[in-house]
């Protein structure tokens, strides 16, 4: 039998890495570069280098404002979908069909609807004549305005990232075996307990890869938050739409998604790190 060349594999993962260099990296390094050029309101994009952007973001109050604003609502609303999605996954697995097909498609079924119709919905739900603000008039408690509001936002990003966190745990609880739960109830453990010292650390890698899916969705989520955010409620990624086309300074605008995207990364590798280390030990692998 001959054994394949060293270089077949590469000759083989050619087309895919040519086409994921095309399309991310290639993109990436040329919005690094152009975050370095200078940029003069009456010319534009000048063919010259400089690290001002860089410092002005850095140094600025107004742009930290902005990004603990976007880092703290994606936060809020991957624990909100963690503590919705994780218990409606595990009842999802314990389903029988057919019941467990048709709540299946009732979460998937928003995924089949935009982003932007999802997003003119809620506000109509959450202004100030729709459904919630009635309510609270019709019980005595005055106006309650949600939006433009950081948690209209929440609100409407659980809406949309909720199927991203079930879908992982459910895929992780259906790689669980029954028995051993089953196991630990026969030998007189609570069901939280056998929930909390059984199915919780095996499940542990289905919990992380949502809260990483959902997070790094929110933190570069733009329709929902320029919708139910408005004008005032600024996040980085409606401020990078404003400085790429309504004040033509892309080098900023290149500046402020290149520091997204590495404090993204930074605080989703962090997190993958405690986490994965935590699931080893539970799981006696470290």
């Known amino acids: 039998m001959n054994r394949p060349g060293r270089w077949t594999p590469w000759f083989l993962s050619a087309p895919a890495l040519l086409l994921f260099c ?21 010319t534009g994009v000048k063919d010259a280098y400089t690290l001002a952007h860089y410092v002005a973001v850095l140094t600025d109050p107004y742009y930290f404002e902005i990004f603990w604003r976007t ?18 996954a595990y009842v999802l697995s314990r389903m029988r069909d057919p019941w467990r ?14 982003v932007v119709v999802r997003a003119f919905g809620w506000s109509m739900l959450l202004g100030p004549r729709g459904v919630i603000s009635q309510f609270f008039n019709f019980a005595g408690l005055g106006t309650f305005k949600v939006l433009y509001t950081e948690w209209a936002v929440v609100i409407a990003l659980v809406h949309v990232m909720l199927p991203f966190m079930i879908i992982p745990i459910w895929t992780s609880l259906q790689k669980l075996d029954p028995g051993v739960e089953q196991a630990a109830l026969s030998l007189s453990a609570s069901r939280w307990t056998a929930v909390r010292r ?89």
């Open 22 to 42: 095309g399309l991310l990296l290639l993109p990436l390094l040329m919005t690094g570069i152009l975050s370095f050029h200078v940029f003069d309101y009456n």
């Open 71 to 88: 880092f703290w609502v994606s936060a809020v609303t991957t624990a909100i979908c963690l503590l919705i999605g994780a218990p409606e």
């Open 101 to 114: 097909t048709v709540c299946l498609l009732v979460v998937l079924a928003p995924l089949l609807i935009s």
């Open 198 to 286: 059984i199915v919780l650390p095996q499940v542990m890698p289905g919990i992380l890869s949502g809260c990483l899916i959902v997070f790094g969705l929110c933190a570069s989520a733009f329709a929902i938050p320029g919708l139910l955010g408005g004008r005032r409620l600024k996040m980085v990624a409606t401020v990078v739409y404003d400085e790429y086309l309504h004040e033509l300074n892309w080098p900023l605008g290149a500046t402020l998604a290149l520091i997204l995207l590495v404090a993204n990364l930074v605080v989703m590798l962090s997190y993958n790190r405690v986490l994965e280390g935590r699931y080893k030990k539970s799981m006696g692998v470290a």
